[in-house]
Every structure is written in C-alpha cells, then in structure tokens.
C-alpha cells in the first residue's frame, strides 16, 4: 500500500472519530446532563449511571443517622440495639411508601423531642386532620409560618404531597429502623 493511500485512510478515520466525539458532547449538552461539577446533580460513586455519560443521579434528602454504631450489637444467637424509648411498629397496605415500606415490613420508632429533631428526609408517622388513623410519610419540606414550623409529609409511591401542613405536636413517632 502506498503512504499517500495510507495517511489518506488514517486521516479519514481520525475525522470520523473527532465528529462522532463532537455529535456525543452536542448531544450531552442538548439533554441537559452535568458532569456532577456543576449544578445540583452528581454522579454517585459505584452506581452504574458512572458508566453512561448520559445518565445523571440527583441526590435526595435521606433520613439521619439516628443509631451510631456504637449502639448495635451483633452476635450469633441475637441482635441487640441500644435505643431508649424505642416502639414497635407495623403498617397498613396502603402502597403509598412502597417500595420502602410494605405490609409485612416492621419498624422501631422514636418520639422526637422537639421541632429539631425532625428533618427533611426522615419518615414519621402522624396524624392528620383529613385521614383516620395514623399516617406513616417522608418529610419532604420544612418550613416556618405565622404559626411557627410546619412540615410538609409526602409518600415516596405518590405523586403529590400530603394536603396541609403539619405542625410538630401531630408528629408521633421517627422511624429509625426498618426490618423486612
């Protein structure tokens, strides 16, 4: 093969390459995806959205750490958690915080102290003037009023939020643990 012929070649291939890179980063950019160095999403070390530069995870409000470690204990018979004041709970099928929380799930329950001990992320059960019973939700907005701090609750499998605001007195319980 002659060079003229083979630097032709190489040359073609290269173009090739330098135009498919250009149509990807045009393409990223027209979708909206960030590199996770700017903006309010990141790409989450060892999730598979790391490997496609086209997908990106923005993080959401999760609940606090409310066991240390130093507070479990496991061994080969039992497990033993060092809650205080800790309760027992178990829940209705209503699907509305599935797939975290389903029939058959249990919980260990804390009541909170005061309006700081409930943030945005955590999952509470409370009551509510538009239902019967206890409700069982994520707090996904807290914020203040003429009447002081109120929460806005929302079921992670629903597509709106609760209707009103929830003020600290009907807020029973903190989830702390779930046990499937």
Same mark, same amino acid.
Request: charged residues 20%; proline residues 4%.
């Given at each position: /093969?002659?060079?003229?012929? &083979?630097?032709?070649? /190489? ?8 135009? =498919? ?10 979708? %909206? ?9 990141? &790409?989450? $070390? %060892? ?11 923005t993080?959401? *409000? ?21 809650? +205080? ?5 178990t ?5 509305? /915080? ?9 919980? &260990? *329950?804390?009541? $909170? @102290?005061?309006? !700081? ?11 509510? *003037?538009?239902?019967? %019973?206890? #409700?069982?939700?994520?707090?996904v907005? @807290?914020? +203040? !009023? *003429?009447? =002081?701090?109120?929460?806005? /609750?929302?079921? !992670?499998?629903?597509?709106t939020?609760?209707? %009103?605001?929830?003020?600290?007195? +009907?807020?029973?319980?903190?989830v702390? =643990? &779930? #046990?499937?």
């Amino acid at each position: /093969m002659r060079i003229g012929t &083979l630097f032709g070649i /190489m040359l073609i291939f290269a173009l090739g390459i330098a135009a =498919g890179l250009f149509i990807a980063s045009r393409t990223a950019q027209s979708s %909206g995806w960030q590199d996770g160095t700017s903006g309010d999403s990141t &790409l989450i $070390p %060892g999730d598979l959205s790391a490997y496609n530069p086209f997908v990106s995870v923005t993080a959401k *409000e999760s609940p606090r750490d409310r066991v240390p470690e130093s507070a479990i204990a496991v061994y080969k018979d039992r497990v033993v958690l060092d809650l +205080q004041d800790a309760q027992w709970a178990t829940f209705t099928d209503t699907h509305s /915080m599935e797939p975290v929380i389903f029939a058959g799930a249990n919980a &260990l *329950e804390v009541t $909170p @102290k005061s309006v !700081d001990d409930i943030k945005v992320g955590d999952i509470v059960s409370y009551r509510s *003037e538009y239902a019967n %019973g206890s #409700i069982i939700h994520r707090v996904v907005y @807290k914020g +203040q !009023d *003429e009447n =002081g701090t109120y929460f806005v /609750m929302k079921g !992670d499998n629903l597509p709106t939020s609760d209707p %009103g605001r929830v003020r600290f007195s +009907q807020i029973q319980r903190v989830v702390v =643990g &779930l #046990i499937y």
